[in-house]
């Protein structure tokens, strides 16, 4: 048994999530992208670098990678994962609502550096095929590391989001295109291209089918059972099937994986999938990065580094040059136009699959394809630097310090945790005065429903940590707690008020006592339901009795404050909370 502890995928297991443990706490720490660090790590620990003194040191064994080609596939499922994840923010409708820019500002930016860099080539004394070649190669840009780097919300974002959404479906053409071109091993006739794309549109259609009608049914059941386990099953079984379904037939997977997100978008349960696939999809970026730096040999690098350099040099300037001039001529600002110009100036880890596209096509001799793969390792190295010289650009050229803004349908509005008889009644007053919101809950048929009479909720756990995250709490006008759960809300309001100093929480209480302990844990109101009850009972007694409702609806408020006032001064808050509320209640005045 001991002798397994030293096979090469445990060892490879081991450095990955050791790397994993020390790059993101420490690059954070620092307020650095980890996206770096992977690719330093795969630099040291790779077969260039101490990776080629394990004969001499053979204890370096356990802290490098023995078997590069063996992290290929998990590489692959981080950018699968990626691109299932972007569907999820996504839905059919914003997509249709890209169609412009996507095969408009995405088409002209792909064949315009693509052509660019070929002529440029060309000068320099290669053939128009080799030059057409590693023009569409090169002009590619990094999904994996753009969407990392951006927020898909900013127009930046978005325009960054249409080009690569166009090269990852233009990446099968350009393979058959090439094999066409040279002939070779990956010559096609052309009915085989044709024969693929008609079985693609048959599989994209299938899956559209099936998913509009399985997966809400299939999720519902994940969430019945109330199991993190299955639900993550689900979730991983949908986008793998979907790859598996689009790769089977000639399409790239990342084609599948988006379409399965897009379908999940649909449906209420698509943050809490976001949440559940985000820890795999942040592990295999990590693997995927780590193998980007295990291909620079500095070694090489060093000897023909002038070169590596002007060709460089020659993308970099060509695809942002091209880049942000079809943003400005569809009408993006300035700023934009420059940052995501430069931000997608460096090549794409599908540029390595083009490469070796051509090789098959004997359009590039795999000496010269080493020297350009090379190239695209040292671009996706220098990526994160590109985003931040892109940022000081676009604050350069808008003279403004500001980042671009949001969606503008990104607005503030109140979350309701907790969508039973209580959230219901709070959602309903708060459509009634034109406030919005979103309410979230646990139990899928509450969600069902509540979307079935056109309330705005979603499925969520609020109990798990990232699912907060994902409500965006930043631009919440408050957060109201429904839940019967007095420990749960508790822990909630801690986590809540930790992060969101000023932000107003409202909590149902389930008697006085638990009313103390929110407003200790940081609440700005706490509701006890018995003293709801009881004011409400009294109300309808004195009412029938003959009382003036006048008089009623006043006393009824006065007891109301008095026991607030009594809860809060044995929690010790006394002070405390009514500063709040004032604060909170001045600044919504102004």
């Keep these: 048994m001991a002798a397994d502890l030293h096979t090469p995928a445990l060892s490879d297991a081991l450095v990955i999530l050791g790397a994993a443990g020390l790059v993101i706490p420490v690059f954070a720490r620092f307020r650095i992208t980890p996206v770096i660090g992977f690719i330093l790590v795969g630099l040291l620990v790779g077969p260039h670098g101490l990776g080629a003194q394990v004969d001499r040191y053979p204890w370096l064994y356990h802290v490098t990678i023995t078997d590069p080609d063996g992290l290929a596939p998990f590489a692959e499922f981080g950018i699968i994962l990626l691109l299932f994840s972007v569907g999820l923010e996504l839905s059919f409708s914003r997509l249709w609502a890209m169609r412009r820019e996507v095969f408009g500002v995405g088409a002209a930016e792909l064949t315009g550096s693509a052509g660019l860099i070929a002529v440029g080539l060309m ?17 590619l840009s990094s999904t994996a590391l753009v969407l990392r780097l951006t927020d898909a919300r900013t127009p930046v974002g978005r325009a960054a989001l249409s080009m690569l959404l166009f090269e990852d479906i233009a990446l099968v053409p350009i393979i058959f295109l090439l094999g066409a071109i040279g002939g070779g091993d990956a010559a096609q ?56 379904a689009t790769a089977a037939v000639g399409l790239s997977p990342i084609v599948g994986a988006l379409l399965a997100g897009l379908l999940i978008a649909e449906t209420e349960y698509h943050g809490e999938v ?42 970099f300037t060509a695809k ?111 459509a009634q005065h034109d406030q919005p919101y979103l309410a979230i809950d646990a139990d899928a048929d509450l969600i069902a429903e509540g979307q079935r009479e056109g309330y705005a909720v979603a499925y969520g756990d609020a109990a798990r940590g990232a699912m907060l995250g994902r409500l965006e709490l930043d631009r919440a006008t408050a957060v109201i707690l429904t839940m019967n759960d007095p420990q749960g809300a508790l822990r909630l309001v801690r986590r809540i008020r930790k992060d969101h100093p000023d932000l107003p929480i409202i909590a149902r209480a389930r008697d006085a006592g638990n009313a103390g ?74």
């Design 517 to 590: 302990q929110l407003y200790r844990a940081g609440a700005t109101h706490a509701v006890p339901e018995t003293l709801e009850s009881s004011l409400q009972l009294s109300e309808a007694v004195l009412v029938d009795l003959g009382v003036p409702m006048g008089f009623v609806i006043a006393s009824i408020h006065e007891k109301r404050d008095e026991f607030r006032s009594q809860i809060m001064e044995e929690g010790q808050l006394a002070a405390k909370p009514r500063l709040r509320t004032a604060t909170l209640r001045d600044r919504g005045s102004g």
């Design 123 to 139: 000068l320099q004394g290669n053939g128009w095929a080799t030059a057409l070649a590693l023009g569409l190669a090169l002009a």
């Design 274 to 315: 976001e949440t559940m696939t985000e820890p795999f999809k942040g592990l295999a970026l990590g693997i995927f990065l780590i193998t980007v730096g295990m291909q620079l040999d500095l070694a090489l690098l060093w000897a023909r580094g002038a070169e590596v350099l002007a060709a460089l040099g020659l993308v």
């Design 320 to 430: 942002a040059f091209v880049t942000a001039i079809m943003l400005r001529l569809s009408g993006a600002r300035a700023g934009t136009s420059a940052e995501a110009g430069i931000l997608l100036a460096s090549p794409s880890e599908t540029t390595l699959i083009v490469l070796t596209a051509a090789i098959a096509a004997r359009l590039l001799s795999p000496e010269e394809a080493g020297f350009w793969q090379m190239v695209t390792a040292l671009g996706l190295t220098v990526t994160p630097l590109l985003a931040l010289v892109g940022r000081w650009l676009a604050r350069r050229v808008e003279r403004s310090g500001a980042r671009p803004p949001a969606e503008p349908d990104e607005g503030p509005r109140a979350v309701v945790i907790g969508f039973g008889r209580v959230g219901r009644l709070v959602a309903d007053m708060l």
């Design 189 to 244: 006739p052309p009915e085989a291209i044709l024969r693929t794309l008609g079985l693609g549109a048959l599989v994209l259609v299938a899956l559209l089918a099936v998913g509009r009608f399985l997966l809400p049914a299939l999720f519902a059941q994940a969430a019945r059972t109330r199991s993190p386990e299955l639900f993550l099953s689900a979730s991983l079984l949908v986008v793998i099937v979907a790859s598996l």
